[in-house]
């Protein structure tokens, strides 16, 4: 597979989506934050001193998400239809943070819902490290995408 963010001289470029298909796109990202039992049922109480810190992490994912082509070089700005922003949990120790993006457009969202879901563990690190400073983010990965030439996407077992 050719890499195409390259030019002739092999400096990186931003993609020509001139030619391509407009089509409905979406992707699905998702990542877990790592915490002692404590934190997380601080979280889940609503009991952190900075606040409701699921609604702030949904709502910096929703705005990293919007812009994601202000953060990685090479994404085209896409106008976004739709962010939807999940969070579960194992019970225990491990906050589950998912994040679904679509447009109708020539390229993907795969980045978008990545950064949406770094975003948010971010924020819920920076809302919950005067709690714990050692916990651990990731993996963050591509669940699925749909749309585009390259067609459907979807991991088996993350």
Same mark, same amino acid.
């Given at each position: 597979?050719? *890499?195409?963010?390259? %030019? !002739?001289?092999? @400096?990186?470029?931003?993609?020509?989506?001139? /030619?391509?298909?407009?089509?409905?796109?979406? $992707?699905? $990202?998702?990542?877990?934050?790592?915490?002692?039992?404590?934190?997380?049922?601080?979280?889940? !109480?609503?009991?952190?001193?900075?606040? /409701?810190?699921?609604?702030?992490?949904?709502?910096?994912? #929703?705005?990293? $998400?919007?812009?994601?082509? /202000?953060?990685? &070089?090479?994404?085209? &700005?896409? &106008?976004?239809?739709?962010? %939807?922003?999940?969070?579960?949990?194992?019970?225990?120790?491990? *906050?589950? #943070? !998912?994040?679904?993006?679509?447009?109708?457009?020539?390229?993907?969202?795969?980045?978008?819902?990545?950064?949406?879901?770094?975003?948010? $563990?971010?924020?819920?690190?920076?809302?919950?490290?005067? *709690?714990?400073? =050692?916990?651990? #983010?990731? &993996?963050?990965?591509?669940?699925?995408?749909?749309?585009?030439? %390259?067609?459907?996407? @979807?991991? =088996? %077992?993350?």
């Amino acid at each position: 597979m050719e *890499l195409t963010h390259f %030019n !002739e001289q092999g @400096r990186a470029r931003m993609v020509d989506v001139s /030619d391509k298909e407009i089509t409905a796109r979406t $992707a699905t $990202a998702r990542t877990q934050v790592k915490m002692n039992p404590g934190t997380l049922a601080r979280i889940k !109480e609503g009991s952190i001193g900075k606040g /409701d810190v699921l609604a702030v992490s949904q709502v910096a994912a #929703i705005m990293a $998400a919007k812009k994601t082509s /202000d953060w990685i &070089p090479m994404c085209h &700005p896409l &106008p976004l239809t739709g962010v %939807n922003v999940t969070f579960g949990d194992n019970g225990q120790d491990e *906050l589950y #943070i !998912e994040a679904t993006v679509k447009t109708t457009g020539k390229t993907g969202v795969e980045m978008e819902a990545l950064t949406a879901v770094s975003a948010a $563990a971010l924020t819920v690190y920076d809302m919950c490290k005067a *709690l714990q400073k =050692d916990m651990v #983010i990731g &993996p963050t990965y591509l669940i699925e995408k749909t749309g585009g030439k %390259n067609g459907n996407y @979807r991991i =088996d %077992n993350p």
